[in-house]
């Protein structure tokens, strides 16, 4: 065996021990639980999100259809709003 020790602030630490209190699991057992399904998976087992509740891969999407309207690439033209619904459709 082997010990880990990590920082995590106070608020974080207490909010996830009401979880895991709920569970019926201590600390220990959820981090064990987590690096478990980290090597089962080969990664990260659930998907992380950004502070504006996308995946990471969703707003780096976001971002290069930004940047490229910024540019003139993949805008379509001008439009009514009768063609525009219609388009939708």
């Known amino acids: 065996m082997t010990t880990i020790q990590i920082r995590i ?21 959820a981090i064990k639980a987590y690096l478990k399904q980290v090597t089962m998976k080969n990664g990260i087992p659930f998907p992380l999100y950004t502070e504006n509740g996308l995946t990471v891969e969703e ?3 976001i971002l290069q259809a930004s940047e490229d309207a910024d540019r003139g690439v993949n805008v379509s033209e001008y439009m009514s ?6 388009e939708l459709k």
Do not use: P
């Not at 979880?19 to 057992?29: A, E, H, R, W």
């Not at 709003?81 to 219609?86: A, H, Q, S």
């Open 59 to 61: 707003e780096r999407e």
């Open 9 to 29: 602030d106070e608020k974080t630490k207490k909010s996830a021990q009401k979880v895991f209190n709920k569970l019926g699991i201590d600390m220990s057992t």
């Open 81 to 86: 709003v009768d063609e525009m619904l219609k």
